[in-house]
């Protein structure tokens, strides 16, 4: 059984910096993973916030772009984003997403392509 859970949201102000990172477990695509980062403001559609799979690939929404840094420990699959300069557009609730390799073969990081999800970690950024 895939379990995903994300630790490490808070309230910060406008400028500041929080780490988010997701535990992952029971999760099969070692080799051929793709792993990503959505957010969820309220009454927003949710969006794909960063993306990296395993043949090197990155992505990030123009919107963090130059702010949020993706990783994944290779150890443990622990799947990290590192925000800083943090905006209060950047209030959401944050979502860890997990799936095979052809999930992010999309330009952008869709939630219709992942099947296994965290419980989200809520982001709140005051100005």
């Known amino acids: 059984q895939v379990q995903l859970a994300e630790s490490g949201g808070g309230s910060v102000q406008a400028g500041g910096t929080l780490r988010l990172s997701c535990a992952v477990s029971?999760?099969?695509?070692?080799?051929?993973?793709?792993m990503a980062w959505f957010r969820q403001a309220p009454g927003k559609e949710r969006e794909g916030v960063a993306k990296?799979?395993?043949?090197?690939?990155?992505w990030y929404a123009d919107a963090v772009k130059g702010r949020f840094t993706i990783s994944r420990d290779n150890a443990d699959m622990t799947l990290s984003l590192q925000m800083t300069s943090l905006k209060s557009e950047d209030t959401a609730m944050y979502y860890c997403a997990a799936d095979r390799l052809s999930a992010c073969m999309t330009r952008r990081v869709l939630p219709d392509n992942f099947d296994y999800w965290g419980q989200g970690t809520q982001v709140t950024v005051s100005s």
């Open positions: 990296i799979f395993s043949n090197g690939g990155l």
């Open positions: 029971g999760y099969p695509y070692h080799n051929t993973y793709c």
